[in-house]
C-alpha cells in the first residue's frame, strides 16, 4: 500500500481507470463572525492520493473539506481542484462539483427517491445522460458497493450503513475525479461500520483521489497515504500515515491520539 | 369492603353508561318530537331542496372555494418565498400581510372587498372576483406561513447533497427540495381547503341572485321560500359534510403516510 508516488502532478499509481485529479489549497482562511474556523491552511492532496484529515471536533477538519467544494465560501487563500480554481469568482462551480463527489456525515440521500433514482437524477438532469445509460451506470455502481439487489429500496428502508454505501455510489455515478467524505462512518451502528469502509478501502485501490475526514485511526493508518493533524483551525502535523499515528513529534497530536485510541483513558485534571 | 383495580374500573365503567342513559332518556321525554318534525327538520320538504341544491348551492361552493384556494395557493407561494427572501424589504412586507390577514375576521375583508374597495375607486366587480380576491387573500396568509414551514422543514442537507452532485440552486429546489417540501405540507393544506370550503359562505354579506347561491345562502333562501323551518339548512350543513369529512380523512391519510415514511 505504500509503494505511493507522492511528487504532485503525477497520476496515481494504484489501479487504473480513474481520471483522478488533485487538490491544492493555499492560506485558506474562514471565519464565522470573529471566530477565526481556519487560520491558513495550505494542503496538497496529489492526484490518485488518498490523505485522511483527523483532529479533535472543532479543528476545522470539516469545513476545510466543505470549502474544497464551495459549500462553505472561504474568507481569503485560494483552491484548486483538477483545473478548476473554486476561488475564481468567475468559475462555473457547478461544472466544478461534477468533478467532486462529496459523503456526507448524515448520508443526505434523497428520502422521495430509491436507491437507484438517487444514483439517477444528477446524471439525467446535470450530465444530461439518457435514462437507461443512467440506470446502467446506477446499478453497476450499486453493484460496486454491494448493494445492486437494494436498488428499488427506498432510504427509510435501508440501513444506516447501507444508506452511506448508496450515498457513495450515488457520488460515484457522477463519475468523480475527487471524493471527499465527511466523517462517513460516526452517525453509523459500530456494526455497520465495517461495510462503508471496506468501500472506502475498494475505492482508495482502484486510484481515486479521496480527502477524508475521519476518526477511525485503523483506517487512516492503513489507507491513508498521508494523514493530516489539525488542531484549532492549523495544521499541527502531517506525513505518512504510519507515521503520524504511530510516532507523532509533536505533543498536541500525542495527546489526541492517546485519547482517541484509548478512550478509557480520562483526564479528569484537563 | 375494599375493591381491587379490577373491580374499580369495572364500577366506573357502569356509572358512566348509567349517567349517559339516564341523559338520553332525559332529552328524548323534554323534546317536543312534533315542533321538531314540522319546523325544525321536517322530511317532507327535503324534496323540494333537489336538484337545485346541486346545480346552485353545491356547485357554486365548490367554484368559490377552488377559486380562493387557487388564489390563496399562488399568493401563499409568493409570500413563503418572500418571507424566506434574503432582501428584508420582502420579509417585512409579507410579515406585515400575514399577521393582518390572520388577525382580522374574514367577514371583514369580504365586506371591505365586497363594497369598501369598489366604493372608493368606482369600480364594479361582480360576486366572483369579490369572492376570488377576498377569500384568496385571507386564505394566502394562511397558506403562506404553512409553506413556509414546509420548505423550512427540509433538512439543508438535502439542498447541500444536490449542489454538491452539481445541480444548480433552481434544478435542487424543483428537483429535491420543493417535492419534499410538498408532501410535508400535504395535510396542513388540506385542512386549508377545508376551512376555505366553510369561509365561502362569508359571501352572504352581498347581494346575490339565486344563481350565485352558495350552500349557506341556498339553505337560508330555502328557510323563506319553502317554509320549511330549519329543514334547509340542515340539509345545507349536511352538503358540508359530504365536502369536508372525505377532506378530513385524506388529510389524516396523507398525515399517517409521512409520519411513516418521508416519501
Known amino acids: 500500500m505504500n509503494d505511493v508516488v507522492h511528487s504532485s502532478g503525477t497520476a496515481g499509481t494504484r489501479g487504473s481507470a480513474v481520471h483522478a485529479a488533485g487538490v491544492s489549497l493555499k492560506d485558506l482562511r474562514k471565519s464565522y463572525g470573529s471566530n477565526e474556523v481556519l487560520k491558513g491552511i495550505s494542503l496538497d492532496v496529489a492526484p490518485g492520493e488518498v490523505v485522511c484529515l483527523i483532529g479533535p471536533s472543532g479543528s476545522g477538519k470539516s469545513t476545510l473539506l466543505r470549502c474544497v467544494n464551495l459549500l462553505e465560501q472561504p474568507n481569503e487563500g485560494t483552491i484548486h481542484v483538477g483545473g478548476f480554481e473554486a476561488t475564481d469568482p468567475d468559475v462555473d462551480i457547478d461544472k466544478m462539483r461534477r468533478k467532486v463527489g462529496m459523503v456526507f456525515q448524515q448520508f443526505n440521500l434523497f428520502p422521495h427517491l430509491n436507491a437507484r433514482q ?53 457520488a460515484l455515478s457522477m463519475d468523480p475525479e475527487l471524493m471527499l467524505f465527511d466523517e462517513p462512518t460516526s452517525a453509523l451502528d459500530p456494526e455497520t461500520v465495517g461495510d462503508v469502509l471496506s468501500v472506502m478501502r475498494n475505492l482508495a485501490k482502484e486510484g481515486m483521489t479521496m480527502l477524508v475526514v475521519t476518526h477511525e485511526m485503523g483506517f487512516a493508518r492503513e489507507v491513508a497515504d498521508r494523514v493530516v493533524f489539525m488542531d484549532g483551525g492549523v495544521v499541527v502535523e502531517e506525513g505518512v500515515a504510519e507515521q503520524v499515528i504511530s510516532a507523532p513529534t509533536q505533543s498536541r497530536t500525542k495527546e489526541f491520539l492517546k485519547r482517541v485510541l484509548d478512550p478509557t483513558h480520562i483526564d479528569i485534571s484537563k | ?45 327535503i324534496g323540494p331542496m333537489f336538484p337545485d341544491i ?21 399568493g401563499g407561494l409568493l409570500l413563503a418565498l418572500m418571507k424566506l427572501s434574503s432582501f428584508p424589504l420582502y420579509r417585512w412586507i409579507a410579515t406585515g400581510y400575514i399577521e393582518f390577514f390572520r388577525g382580522i375576521p374574514a367577514l371583514l375583508v369580504f365586506i371591505a372587498f365586497g363594497y369598501g374597495v369598489p366604493l372608493a375607486f368606482g369600480v364594479q366587480w361582480n360576486v366572483t372576483i369579490v369572492v376570488m380576491i377576498s ?16 420548505l423550512q422543514a427540509v433538512p439543508k442537507g438535502q439542498l447541500e447533497a444536490a449542489r454538491s452532485l452539481g445541480m444548480p440552486q433552481w434544478r435542487a429546489m424543483v428537483s429535491i427540495v420543493i417535492p419534499q417540501a410538498f408532501r410535508i405540507v400535504l395535510p396542513p393544506l388540506t385542512n386549508e381547503v377545508i376551512l376555505l370550503t366553510k369561509d365561502s359562505s362569508l359571501i352572504y354579506v352581498l347581494g346575490l341572485t339565486a344563481s350565485q347561491y352558495e350552500l349557506t345562502k341556498f339553505g337560508r333562501d330555502g328557510i323563506s321560500s319553502l317554509g320549511a323551518g330549519l329543514t334547509p339548512l340542515l340539509v345545507a350543513g349536511a352538503f358540508y359534510l359530504v365536502i369536508t369529512i372525505p377532506l378530513s380523512l385524506l388529510a389524516r391519510k396523507f398525515e399517517s403516510r409521512s409520519a411513516r415514511t418521508k416519501r
Open chain 2, 1 to 45: 369492603m375494599a375493591m381491587t383495580a379490577r373491580q374499580r374500573a369495572k364500577v366506573s365503567l357502569y356509572v358512566q353508561a348509567g349517567i349517559f342513559v339516564v341523559a338520553v332518556a332525559a332529552l328524548v321525554l323534554a323534546t317536543d318530537w312534533k315542533t321538531i318534525g314540522t319546523s325544525v327538520f321536517n322530511f317532507a320538504k
Open chain 1, 118 to 170: 438517487n444514483c439517477t437524477i444528477a446524471q439525467t438532469k446535470v450530465l444530461k445522460r439518457g435514462q437507461a445509460e443512467a440506470d446502467k451506470v446506477a446499478q453497476a455502481n450499486l453493484d460496486r458497493v454491494g448493494l445492486g439487489h437494494l436498488a428499488d429500496r427506498f432510504p427509510d428502508q435501508l440501513s444506516g450503513g447501507q444508506q452511506q454505501r448508496v450515498a457513495i455510489a450515488r
Open chain 2, 54 to 74: 346541486f346545480f346552485s348551492g353545491l356547485k357554486n361552493t365548490l367554484i368559490y372555494t377552488a377559486l380562493g384556494f387557487i388564489v390563496g395557493l399562488s
Open chain 2, 135 to 150: 377569500l384568496g387573500m385571507v386564505a394566502a396568509a394562511y397558506i403562506a406561513e404553512t409553506l413556509r414551514a414546509g
